[in-house]
C-alpha cells in the first residue's frame, strides 16, 4: 500500500477538526488547499470521507495544536486492545505528517516576520509561536526523524520524505533572509499556487558572472552620481537616493523583464526622493542638462514662456533600446504632494492602453511614509481593478528609509508594515533588504511577471536607509542618533556588493575602482560642458503635444457648428435603441419628447446639447470619455448617456451607434472618490490630446475632495512643466436651498487661481453655449482645461432650452450675451445693467416679467457673463458700451465673499474706463458675507433670494 494510502486509512482512527474544516473546503475547490491536503483527501475512500464529513458537524469545538497531543494520547488509550501495533505507528505518521505541514505553511504565512530585510539591523524582528516546532508537538529530538511531507516541499525538496530539521533550514533560507514574502492572504488560489511556486524556486537560476557584473555598474553610477553631488553641490538640495540606490538596478530589471513581454512604454511616477538618479541613469535625462539646472538653468528652451519648476519635480521621456528592443521611459512631472502623481500616471497609462491596444506599465515609486500615510494611495489600490482604470497591473516601488522626515515607523502607521494599505487590492507585498541588489533584481523581475500572468497590482518594499536626512541641509541626528550612528558605521551598497564580487571573484576590486574612476571622469566632464548648455528643444512632449501652441503663440478657435444633417444623424441615434432592447418606459417616453426637438427644431434641453457636442465629436473621430459618480445616469437623472435593458441590464450606449466608422463614448461610475479619480482624468488628459476628457462632480462643493489636483497639476501644470490638459470638470453649482455642501462648486477658489490663460472658468445659461464650449476643447490649436459651474434646476428648465438652428451655421460660444428681449429695442434708455452669471439669470428673468406686469417698472437690461475667465474685456466693453445712461450693476447668489464678485469688480470697472462708461464703479448685488456657501433652512434661503432679485431689479438702495 502506498503511503498516501496508508496515512489516509489511519484518518479514520481520528477526529481531527482542523481536518474536517480542511476537507469540507478541499470539496468545495481541490486547489484552496495545500497540494499535500489534497492529495491525502484524494486518496481517501467514501468511508473514510463520511468520516470527516460528520467529524465537522460534530458538537465538540476544534482544539489548538498544542492540545492535540493530548487528545492523541486520550484516544490511543481508549482503542481497541485487539488493534495491531502497526495501527498505531501509522496514525502516529499520519498525525506527524499533518502537524509538520502546518508548520510549513506556518513559514510561508509568518516567515517575513523573521526576514533580514533592514540593512542596519535596527529593527527588531517579532517572535512566532506558530513558527516554533514545539507548538506543534515536536521536540528536539524529533527534528532529525523521517517524516513524510506529499507535496508540500515539492517546491524546494525532491522527494516525500525528509527530517524536519532539513525541511525548516531550507524554509529559512527561503522565507527568513534578504526577501519577506506577504502572499497568502492572497483570495486567488492560482495566484497563491503561482507565487509559492516561484518563490520556492527563485534560487534555482542564479546570475550569471554577467549579470552581477552589470548590477555593479549599474550601482557604481547610481552611487557614482550622489557622490559626485554631495562634494559638487554641498548644501544644495536635491533629495538623494542615498542609502536606497539599489533602486536604480531594481528598476533596471524591471525595465529589462518588461521589454521580454513586448511593452512598449513604462511610466513611471514618484516623489523627489531618488528623482535626479532615476532621471539620468534610468530615463535617460543628459547630466550635462541637469548640472544644468544645478547652476540655476532652466529646463525648458528661452522662447516657450512659463514658471519652470524645481530640478526634482521635473519629468523627461526619452525612447531607449533594450536587449534588442525599443521601448518608450517617462518620468511624469509632479509636485511635492508626494502620492498625487501616482492617480495621474495610472490616467496616462490607460490612455496609451486606449489608443493602440498595446501593453503599457505603469510604476509608481513611493516613499515608505507616504505610502502608509496618505489616503490617495488606497483610492489608487481600490481603483486598480475596476473596469474605468484598469491598465493591466501596476507595479509600486516602495523606497523605505525607515523614516518620514523625522517621523519614526511607530509614529507613522498602525500595521505590522507601512505597506499593509495594499492587501485591500489582494496585492502581494515583496520586502527586499535594498544591500543586496541581487536579490532586489530577483523580486523585480518576478514582479513583472507576475503582473503579466494576472494582470494585477504588486508591492515591493525596497528597505534602505537615508544617509543625509531629509534633504541634504538637514541634520538627522537632532532627532535619530542612534539611527545615524548606524549609518554613518554602514558602508554604501556598492562597497558592499564590489567587495562581494571581488570574493567571489567576478570581477577585481581593481576593475571595480576603473570603473568608478571612468564614471567620476564622465560626470566632471558634463559638469564643465553644463556651463554653456542651453536647452533648445521639448523633447519630453509626444509630437502630438509638439504641434500645439504655447501661450503668446499662434493660438486659435476654430469652427464649432455642426451641418443640419449631422444633428439631425445624431439626435436619431439618441432617441433610438437597437431591436429586442428592453428600455424603462419612463425613458421610452424622453426618448420620443427627443426625437420631437429634431422634428421641431425647438427644446433643445441641457442634456439633449451636451449629446450633441459629444456626438458631433465622435463622428468626427474624437474619442469621449467622461467619468464621476452616479454620472451614466447623472446625478439629476438627467443625461441617461447609459441606457439597460430592463430584462438583462444590458447597457446600451445610443452615442456610439451614429454611423460606422465612428470614435466612441465612454461614460463611467465612478469609485466614491474624488482625489484619484481627478487625478486619473487630468493623467488621461494631457496624454491623448485627441480625446474629449471630462469628469463630473455630483456636487460641486465635492471637488474640494481633489484639491491638490486642481491647485497643482490642473492650474499649474502648463506653467510649471509645458503640459498641456484639456480636461473638462464639470461641477454642479448653484443656491437652490440644499443646504451649505450642495450650494457651491466654490467659484471664488478657482478664479483665485485663474491666471496666465491657464484655464476657463465658466457658469452657462445655454445647452447651445454649453455645446461650442465642449467642442471649443477639440477645435483649436490648443489645449486648456475648461471649469465649468454645471447647473441643477437648468437642467429641465424650460427657459433654459435651445432652438437646433443655434447648433449650425454661423453659431460659435458666446462669452457674453447681451439682453435678448425684443420689448428692449432703444439701449440708450436703460437705466440699469445687470451683470450676472449662471442660473440666477433666470431667476432675475422672470422676476423682471412680474415687475413689467405689475409694476410697469423701468427698463432693466440683463447681461450675461458665460465666461468668467479668460475675462472677456473686449466683449463685455461693446455690450455696455450701448448702454450709456445705465448704472452698473453686478448680482450674484453667493455670498459677497465668495462667488465671482472680488474677481470680476475691478475688472469690469477697468472695462468701463476703456469705454469712457459714465458708471465708473459696478455696485454688488448679492448676499452678505457668509462663512458657510449657504443657509440649510429652505425658508431663509427663500427670503435671502427674494431680497437680492428685488435689489436687483427695483430702483432701491443697493
Known amino acids: 500500500m502506498a503511503i498516501a494510502d496508508q496515512i489516509a486509512s489511519a484518518f479514520s482512527g481520528s477526529n481531527i477538526a482542523y481536518l474536517a474544516d ?21 486518496a481517501m475512500n467514501d468511508s473514510q470521507a463520511v468520516v470527516l464529513k460528520d467529524a465537522r458537524g460534530a458538537s465538540w469545538a476544534p482544539r489548538l495544536p498544542t492540545d492535540i497531543r493530548t487528545d492523541l494520547e486520550e484516544k490511543k488509550s481508549s482503542a481497541s486492545k485487539n488493534e495491531a501495533v502497526s495501527k498505531d505507528q501509522l496514525y502516529n505518521a499520519a498525525y506527524d505528517s499533518l502537524r509538520a505541514m502546518q508548520l510549513v505553511q506556518a513559514y510561508r504565512s509568518l516567515g517575513h516576520t523573521q526576514a533580514k530585510i533592514d540593512p542596519l539591523g535596527l529593527q527588531p524582528r517579532h517572535s512566532h509561536s506558530e513558527l516554533d516546532p514545539k507548538t506543534y508537538g515536536f521536540d528536539e529530538k524529533d527534528l532529525d526523524r523521517q517524516i513524510f511531507f506529499g507535496k508540500a516541499t515539492q517546491n524546494f525538496l525532491s522527494g516525500d520524505t525528509h527530517t524536519l530539521r532539513e525541511v525548516i533550514k531550507t524554509l529559512q533560507q527561503i522565507y527568513c533572509r534578504s526577501i519577506a514574502w506577504e502572499y497568502m492572504y492572497l483570495q486567488e488560489t492560482e495566484q497563491r499556487q503561482w507565487l509559492m511556486q516561484k518563490i520556492e524556486t527563485l534560487k534555482a537560476s542564479p546570475l550569471t558572472n554577467e549579470d552581477k557584473k552589470r548590477i555593479l555598474q549599474q550601482l557604481t553610477e547610481a552611487v557614482g552620481l550622489e557622490s559626485f553631488c554631495q562634494k559638487r553641490y554641498v548644501g544644495v538640495k536635491r533629495f538623494g537616493l542615498d542609502g536606497a540606490e539599489a533602486t536604480i538596478p531594481a528598476l533596471h530589471a524591471l525595465i529589462r523583464q518588461a521589454v521580454k513581454y513586448n511593452v512598449r512604454s513604462v ?22 542638462a541637469l548640472f544644468n539646472e544645478f547652476s540655476g538653468g532652466s529646463f525648458k528652451p528661452d522662447n516657450i514662456p512659463g514658471a519652470s519648476d524645481v530640478k526634482y519635480h521635473l519629468g523627461y521621456r526619452n525612447r531607449v533600446e533594450v536587449d534588442g528592443k525599443s521601448i518608450d521611459l517617462s518620468l511624469a512631472f509632479n509636485p511635492s504632494h508626494l502620492e498625487a502623481v501616482g492617480a495621474v500616471v495610472e490616467g496616462q497609462v490607460r490612455a496609451e492602453c486606449d489608443r493602440d491596444d498595446q501593453k503599457h506599465l505603469a510604476v509608481i515609486v513611493h516613499g515608505d511614509a507616504a505610502f502608509a500615510g496618505q489616503g490617495v494611495v488606497y483610492e489608487i489600490l481600490a481603483m486598480s481593478q ?4 484598469r491598465t493591466g497591473g501596476s507595479i509600486h516601488l516602495v523606497i523605505n528609509n525607515q523614516i518620514g522626515f523625522t517621523t519614526t515607523p511607530d509614529y507613522a502607521f498602525s500595521g505590522y508594515y507601512g505597506t499593509d494599505v495594499a492587501k485591500v487590492a489582494r496585492a ?7 544591500d543586496d541588489p541581487e536579490a532586489v533584481v530577483a523580486v523585480m523581475q518576478l514582479a513583472v511577471d507576475f503582473r503579466e500572468k494576472f494582470a494585477t497590482d504588486i508591492v515591493i518594499d525596497l528597505v534602505g536607509y537615508r544617509r543625509n536626512g531629509h534633504n541634504e541641509t538637514d541634520e538627522p541626528s537632532f532627532t535619530q542618533p542612534l539611527m545615524y550612528q548606524a549609518i554613518r558605521d554602514h558602508k554604501n551598497i556598492y562597497q558592499l556588493y564590489a567587495d562581494k564580487l571581488a570574493a567571489e571573484h567576478v570581477i577585481t576590486a581593481e576593475e571595480s575602482k576603473n570603473n568608478w574612476d571612468a564614471f567620476q571622469e564622465y560626470l566632471q566632464s558634463s559638469y564643465n560642458a553644463s556651463k554653456d548648455y542651453r536647452p533648445n528643444d521639448t523633447n519630453w512632449l509626444t509630437q502630438e503635444w509638439n504641434t500645439m501652441k504655447w501661450r503668446g503663440q499662434d493660438r486659435q478657435d476654430f469652427d464649432t457648428s455642426l451641418s443640419m ?10 432617441a433610438s435603441y437597437e431591436q429586442g432592447f428592453d428600455c424603462h418606459s419612463k425613458l421610452t417616453r424622453q426618448l420620443e419628447t427627443k426625437a420631437s426637438m429634431f ?4 427644446g433643445i434641453d441641457w442634456a439633449t446639447g451636451e449629446a450633441l457636442a459629444f456626438g458631433g465629436l465622435l463622428i468626427e473621430g474624437h474619442p469621449v470619455r467622461l467619468s464621476g459618480q452616479d454620472c451614466q445616469r447623472g446625478t439629476f437623472s438627467h443625461r441617461n448617456a447609459v441606457l439597460f435593458d430592463q430584462k438583462t441590464q444590458k447597457p446600451y450606449y445610443p452615442l456610439n451607434h451614429i454611423q460606422e466608422h465612428q470614435a466612441q463614448l465612454e461614460v463611467y461610475n465612478s469609485l466614491l472618490s474624488e482625489f484619484a479619480v481627478l487625478g486619473f482624468e487630468y493623467g488621461y488628459s494631457h496624454t491623448n490630446s485627441n480625446a474629449l476628457v471630462l469628469w463630473e462632480a455630483q456636487f460641486g462643493d465635492f471637488a474640494n475632495g481633489a484639491q491638490i489636483i486642481i491647485d497643482q497639476f490642473i492650474s499649474a501644470g502648463e506653467s510649471k512643466w509645458l503640459q498641456m490638459s484639456g480636461l473638462v470638470m464639470l461641477l454642479p453649482h448653484a443656491q437652490e436651498g440644499q443646504g451649505a455642501e450642495h450650494s457651491s462648486a466654490r467659484l471664488e477658489r478657482f478664479l483665485q487661481l485663474c491666471a496666465e490663460d491657464n484655464m476657463q472658468v465658466c457658469n452657462f445659461t445655454t445647452p447651445a453655449n454649453y455645446f461650442h464650449a ?18 441643477k434646476s437648468l437642467l429641465r428648465h424650460k427657459l433654459a432650452q435651445s432652438r437646433l438652428s443655434d447648433f449650425t451655421g454661423n453659431t460659435r460660444f458666446l462669452p457674453v450675451i447681451d439682453e435678448c428681449d425684443s420689448v428692449i429695442n432703444n439701449k440708450k434708455q436703460i437705466k440699469r445693467v445687470v451683470i450676472c452669471s449662471g442660473k440666477i439669470y433666470y431667476d432675475l428673468l422672470l422676476r423682471r416679467l412680474e415687475l413689467r406686469c405689475e409694476l410697469q417698472s423701468e427698463k432693466v437690461a440683463l447681461v450675461r457673463l458665460e465666461q468668467l475667465y479668460p475675462f472677456p474685456e473686449q466683449e463685455l466693453g461693446a455690450i455696455l458700451a450701448n448702454y450709456p445712461n445705465a448704472e452698473i450693476i453686478w448680482c450674484q447668489e453667493e455670498p459677497e465673499n465668495m462667488g465671482g464678485w472680488n474677481f470680476v469688480d475691478r475688472k469690469i470697472e477697468k472695462v468701463l474706463r476703456n469705454i469712457r462708461h459714465p458708471a465708473q464703479r459696478v455696485q454688488y448685488v448679492g448676499r452678505a458675507p457668509m462663512a458657510s456657501p449657504a443657509s440649510g433652512v ?13 435689489q436687483a431689479l427695483e430702483f432701491q438702495d443697493v
Open 938 to 950: 429652505s425658508s431663509v434661503y427663500k427670503a435671502e433670494q427674494e431680497l437680492l432679485i428685488n
Open 386 to 389: 475596476l473596469p474605468a482604470y
Open 565 to 574: 444633417d449631422q444633428l439631425k444623424q445624431i439626435g436619431q441615434a439618441l
Open 22 to 42: 480542511l476537507y469540507a473546503q478541499w470539496v468545495e475547490d481541490p486547489n484552496s488547499v495545500d497540494p499535500s491536503f489534497s492529495e491525502i483527501f484524494a
Open 428 to 434: 502581494p507585498i515583496v520586502h527586499v533588504n535594498g
Open 267 to 288: 511610466v513611471v511616477g514618484m516623489a523627489h526622493r531618488g528623482r535626479l538618479n532615476v532621471l539620468t541613469n534610468i530615463i535617460g535625462k543628459p547630466f550635462v
Open 599 to 602: 422634428e421641431t427644431g425647438e
Open 774 to 791: 465642449l467642442r471649443r476643447q477639440l477645435k483649436r490649436n490648443y489645449r486648456q482645461p475648461l471649469v465649468v459651474m454645471s447647473p
